[in-house]
């Protein structure tokens, strides 16, 4: 049953980023309230022209949070990679506690575990921490965004070739827009208190099916290149990631070569209806990122 009429305002954590402005660009959509946590004002600005209300707080600063979740029916809860993002969560919950008991959908990550990498260990603290909090919770746990694959458009562009060192690992791709899909009927849905639910694309696939996905649409070659992992780590502190989170991604990514996250599930067909999108699909939707 849709419940959005019954609803307050849902706030939305990391409205400004590419999973938290997909859920909150398909609340509005849906003609659900929304306001947005943001740390800056100035990046809210397409958000508050699409009708979501802004609060300025920091989810590394407890004292800014009541604000943002007062008067709250629910909350998409989304943090970065950050040292401190067990923490952020532990401040959301406490602020929730204070509010009223919003059920809170927080997006953690696929197969957390206390002895994964050190991501997948801060997604399984905080899950534990939502969990044992006893307000009303969803746990979303999506594979590997499609959408990370954007950040090879440069080098797909340039020189027609993807380097990433996945080896010839394979992952269940899931696209942002079926998450955030999946996010809102969480949130504006009865029935999904207390469930974790998996989510992934429809097939486990590996980089060298990512290439020929995008040389099929681009009408170019594309090759998929294997690189060291040293080489990565790096690429990414070149790009102005600081040790901590380059760290923390390169050691996602050996798992992910270790063919560690190799699977699918149904998930986000039972919650949606439909069958998630493909690779191909995105790759078809998004074709104009990765030309000159």
């Given amino acids: 049953m849709d419940r959005k009429n019954m609803l307050g305002k849902i706030l939305v954590t990391g409205a400004t980023g590419n999973v938290g402005g997909a859920v909150a660009t398909e609340l509005i959509a849906r003609g659900v309230s929304v306001r947005a946590l943001v740390r800056d004002q100035g990046r809210a600005a397409?958000?508050?022209e699409a009708g979501v209300?802004?609060?300025?707080?920091?989810m590394d600063s407890p004292e800014t949070l009541d604000a943002a979740l007062s008067g709250v029916s629910a909350v998409f809860l989304a943090t970065s990679v950050n040292p401190n993002s067990t923490v952020q969560v532990r401040n959301v919950i406490a602020?929730?506690?204070?509010?009223?008991?919003p059920h809170i959908v927080r997006r953690?990550?696929?197969?957390?575990?206390a002895d994964g990498p050190i991501l997948g260990r801060m997604h399984a603290e905080s899950d534990s921490d939502l969990v044992g909090s006893g307000l009303p919770y969803t746990l979303l746990h999506p594979g590997s965004f499609m959408q990370n694959t954007m950040m090879a458009a440069p080098t797909v562009i340039s020189e027609g070739s993807i380097y990433v060192p996945y080896r010839d690992g394979r992952l269940g791709l899931i696209d942002v827009r079926d998450l955030a899909e999946c996010a809102v009927i969480a949130l504006t849905q009865n029935g999904h208190e207390g469930k974790t639910y998996t989510l992934t694309g429809p097939d486990s696939i590996s980089h060298?099916?990512?290439?020929?996905?995008l040389s099929e649409v681009l009408g170019k070659e594309v090759k998929y290149i294997d690189?060291?992992?040293e080489a990565c780590r790096e690429a990414l502190t070149g790009m102005g990631l600081d040790d901590w989170t380059a760290n923390s991604y390169v050691e996602y990514f050996e798992y992910f070569g270790q063919n560690k996250y190799d699977f699918t599930t149904d998930e986000v067909e039972a919650l949606t209806g439909r069958v998630p999108r493909s690779f191909a699909q995105f790759a078809s939707d998004f074709a104009g990122a990765f030309r000159a």
């Fill in 46 to 48: 397409v958000l508050a």
């Fill in 208 to 213: 060298y099916d990512v290439a020929s996905a």
């Fill in 108 to 113: 953690g990550a696929a197969r957390p575990s």
């Fill in 53 to 58: 209300e802004t609060v300025v707080g920091d």
């Fill in 95 to 101: 602020a929730a506690l204070r509010a009223g008991r």
């Fill in 227 to 229: 690189i060291p992992l």
